[in-house]
């Protein structure tokens, strides 16, 4: 896209809500218009202002490859356990 500056990444975004032991957690799947990601798709947990840690992160060619790929990783895991500690 010609009005990006070159290292600009942008992205279409869909938010899914993950309900763990009455915690919410957002997941959102990033699918890249232009620039570089990890991949087509990235699922990336967050707390809104707190994101997780990129192990944590889900990707692949597909919105449901990505999101399966975060939830593997995040599977019986305590929300205190995806986001980096402060």
């Known amino acids: 896209m010609e009005d990006l500056n070159d290292q600009d990444i942008l992205t279409k975004v869909t938010r899914y809500n993950l309900i763990r032991n009455q915690r919410m957690i957002y997941i959102d799947v990033h699918e890249r218009v232009s620039g570089n990601l990890a991949g087509n798709f990235l699922a990336v947990p967050n707390l809104i202002n707190i994101v997780a840690k990129q ?30 500690e402060k």
């Open 55 to 84: 192990e944590h992160q889900g990707v692949g060619d597909t919105e449901a490859e990505a999101l399966k790929d975060c939830l593997a990783k995040i599977k019986d895991k305590a929300v205190e356990n995806i986001f980096p």
